[in-house]
């Protein structure tokens, strides 16, 4: 684990995970992967190699997740 001040954790508000956020990793060897913010990373950081989606109530987080992990949703990010 990687721990930055609490002055760079407000600077950086806009990274701060929230449950139920959807992550999508954009570079690196897990490009392209997905996965669902659970309760034990809520208030985490994230850093440029991802990305946040964070959902209205009306879309299910795991939905997306296994779509965007699916042949068809690899296809479309």
Not at 11 to 30: E, F, H, N
Not at 39 to 56: D, F, R
Request: proline share 1%; net charge positive; no cysteine.
């Amino acid at each position: 684990n990687v721990f930055i001040s609490e002055d760079d954790d407000k600077k950086l508000s806009r990274s701060k995970l929230k449950y139920g956020d959807v992550l999508l990793t954009i570079t690196g060897v897990s490009y392209g992967k997905s996965a669902v913010v659970t309760k034990e990373l809520e208030g985490a950081n994230i850093n440029q190699h991802s990305v946040k989606i964070t959902l209205n109530t009306e879309l299910n987080p795991y939905f997306l997740s296994t779509f965007l992990n699916s042949k068809f949703g690899k296809l479309q990010s």
